[in-house]
Structure formats: structure tokens, C-alpha cells
């Protein structure tokens, strides 16, 4: 039975547009900017991840922006006044000031719909932690749940949605003030990675370093096996900045250790999430445990 409501989410999920299509989710773009021109990310649809990476190792600075209230009114009202809710599934409100945007749009879109529904839910992940809960949710609609019903559910499962990570390069996490220029400096010198997962506070949390890539590496796989819940029902997505062949490694090592997983998707990090943490960076992203890391 078709549902009368839309279920939405946005870019900054990394949800493949490929699998977007076939399910019908509608995805809300947001942009960023290379070389003086802004661009939206459309999830692969156009944008080339190797191009976008090479450039960010040849030393463009990519930066990123809030999608105005316009661009969601201009997303929201056609919906609304063809008679049918929303549930728009967003990325964390703690990473940029962007879902304040489409609160406010929301607000505003209510006064002129006030029989309609548009509920905001803030999942508190970024990339494809957020994806795989996203796709867990449209299951549900799918499956005819409720907007109310699909909210409590990303509500109550958000936090089992987790991530483990490293990145190669350090300066790209000075670039965006997430470490100083002092340990970047040291850091780079001895060869030291990085550990990062994202917290349940919504934003991206150092847990540790190493020393080495391949320590790194051999770490986050570590936490996964650890962590990871019922693998034989979900897909573990490996998220590669431009290192598809040390993705693919990463991904037979997966295999190895969880071998009743019912699959390994490798899939490149989108322009958005990339801009942050530079070439380079891969992370594993399952279904688990609760996540312990509050931020």
C-alpha cells in the first residue's frame, strides 16, 4: 500500500545514488565548494571522488557550506501542497549549523500547511553509519510503518549505527582545525595515525593513535570484529578516500575475520565528508553494539 508521506534524507549520508534510485528515496544535495566554484554533491551520480581527491593532494582547498532555508523550502513546499507529509532523515545537527535551516523552513512551511506533517530527525551520524540507518528505516516505510513509527526507531537505534576510522594524512585535520599544527607536525614526523570514531554526542571523536598504517589498519578491524552485532543480516560499508586497492585489502581482512557476514561493500567517501579528513582516509562502517564513545 503506498504510503502518504515522502521519506527523504540528505548527501552528506553518502547513500549511493545507484541505490537511492531503486529504493525512490529522495535526497536533498548539499554543497561545497573547489577552486573558487560550488558544486552539490550528488552522491557519484556526477561527481568524480578520484579527480575531487587528486586535487586535494595537488593542494586545493575544498571547503564546505550551509544549504540555505530557500533551498529546503524549494525541496518541502511542492510536497507539501501536493498533499502528502515528509519525514526527512538528516545529517548530525552537531557537525554544522545546516539542519537549523531546515528546522526554520519547516516552521515556516507549517503556518502555510497546517494540516500537513514534516518531521525532522536528527540521526546524529554523518556518511554511511547514516546510510545504513537510513536504509534500515526506509525498510520500515517500506514495509508501511509510520512516520511517528520510523522516527522513534532512528531515535532508538542511532547510537548502534557506528564507525571506525583512520586518516594518512594529518594536515587535512590542521586544515579544519580539528588538530593543532604543532601535532600534526610531530605526528607526521613519527608516522602516527590517528584512531576516530564518531561519538554520541553527533561529532567525530579521537580515541587513540598508532604508529603506522598498516597498525592502523589492522585496529579498526579489530574494533569491528569487537563491536559488530547479527552480521550475517547487515552489509559492512568500507569508505575509501581514493585507496580502492587498500579498501579492497581492508575487505578480504573483513572477510577473514567475519566470515558469516552477508556482505563487504567497498564505496568512495563523497566531496563533502572528504574536504575534512583529506586523501587517504578509509573507515569502516557497521551495524553493532551501543556505542560507548560519548564524546
Known amino acids: 500500500m503506498p ?3 515522502v521519506f527523504m534524507t540528505d548527501s552528506d549520508s553518502d547513500l549511493p545514488y545507484d541505490i537511492a534510485d531503486a529504493r525512490g528515496i529522495q535526497v536533498i544535495k548539499m554543497p561545497y565548494a573547489l577552486d573558487g566554484k560550488e558544486y552539490m554533491d550528488d552522491n557519484g551520480r556526477t561527481n568524480d571522488p578520484h579527480a575531487f581527491f587528486q586535487k586535494m593532494r595537488d593542494g586545493a582547498a575544498p571547503n564546505t557550506s550551509l544549504l540555505p532555508i530557500d533551498s529546503y523550502l524549494e525541496t518541502f513546499e511542492p510536497i507539501l501542497q501536493d498533499g502528502k507529509d515528509i519525514l ?4 548530525s545537527s552537531k557537525m554544522s549549523a545546516t539542519l537549523n535551516n531546515a ?3 519547516r516552521e515556516m512551511l507549517l503556518k502555510k500547511y497546517p494540516e500537513r506533517k514534516l518531521l525532522i530527525v536528527d540521526t546524529l551520524l554523518i556518511s554511511a553509519p547514516m546510510s545504513l540507518l537510513v536504509l534500515r528505516a526506509h525498510d520500515l516505510y517500506l514495509n508501511g510503518a509510520t512516520m511517528e513509527e520510523i522516527e522513534q526507531y532512528v531515535l532508538d537505534r542511532r547510537f548502534h549505527f557506528l564507525t571506525w576510522m583512520t586518516v594518512d594524512d594529518l594536515k587535512y ?3 579544519g582545525g580539528r588538530i593543532s599544527p604543532t601535532k600534526a607536525f610531530f605526528g607526521s614526523m613519527l608516522d602516527i595515525k590517528p584512531l576516530i570514531t564518531m561519538g554520541r554526542n553527533g561529532l567525530m571523536v579521537s580515541v587513540g593513535q598508532v ?4 597498525k592502523a589498519l589492522r585496529t579498526i578491524v579489530d574494533n569491528v570484529v569487537e563491536n559488530i552485532e547479527h552480521p550475517e543480516d547487515q552489509e559492512i560499508v568500507i569508505m575509501q578516500a581514493d585507496v580502492v586497492d587498500e579498501a ?6 573483513l572477510l577473514q575475520r567475519i566470515p558469516n557476514v552477508r556482505s563487504v561493500r567497498v564505496q568512495a567517501i ?3 565528508i572528504g ?11 557497521f551495524e553493532g553494539k551501543l556505542n560507548p564513545i560519548e564524546g
Not at 574536504?275 to 562502517?285: E, K, M, R, Y
Open 3 to 5: 504510503q502518504n508521506y
Open 88 to 91: 526527512f532523515i538528516a545529517f
Open 103 to 105: 528546522r526554520e523552513a
Open 173 to 175: 585535520l590542521k586544515r
Open 211 to 214: 604508529k603506522g598504517r598498516k
Open 248 to 253: 579492497e585489502r581492508v575487505r578480504e581482512a
Open 270 to 272: 563523497g566531496p563533502v
Open 275 to 285: 574536504a575534512h579528513c583529506g586523501p587517504g582516509t578509509i573507515a569502516i562502517c
